[in-house]
């Protein structure tokens, strides 16, 4: 069993920055391939980011590209978020999906093993 532990979310003004974390409580995240999700209110859950098991493997969603960098240790993963928008306001979840031997990089939802309760990232106009 793998507990993942999001931190770092918050109150931003336009334009500002904010690091994410997931961290595993339990466990290393080595073996896992990991992404970030968010989900607005009103709207489905949405790919961020992904990052494969060994990190040399990324995709990032077109409305984040440039402005957002995901990057992992072996015990953590991250979300370096600048020029935040108002657009960007979100809970913002990470998950973990056991490395099968291929990476995807939008795999089903379904698909992920363990997710973490959410961190609430709000961008003030």
């Known amino acids: 069993q793998v507990h993942l532990v999001e931190s770092g979310g918050g109150l931003v003004q336009a334009g500002g920055s904010l690091r994410l974390s997931c961290a595993a409580s339990s466990r290393t995240i080595s073996s896992y391939d990991m992404a970030w999700l968010r989900q607005a209110p009103g709207k489905d859950r949405e790919f961020v980011a992904t990052?494969?098991?060994?990190?040399?493997s990324t995709f990032y969603a077109d409305s984040v590209k440039g402005r957002f960098t995901i990057s992992r240790d072996n015990a953590k993963m991250y979300l370096q978020m600048n020029s935040l928008t108002p657009e960007d306001t979100a809970v913002y979840y990470c998950?973990?999906?056991?490395?099968?031997?291929?990476?995807?990089?939008?795999?089903?939802?379904?698909?992920?093993?363990?997710w973490g309760q959410g961190t609430q990232v709000t961008v003030s106009t």
């Open positions: 990052i494969a098991w060994s990190g040399s």
């Open positions: 998950a973990a999906r056991y490395y099968e031997g291929y990476y995807s990089s939008k795999p089903k939802l379904a698909n992920y093993d363990y």
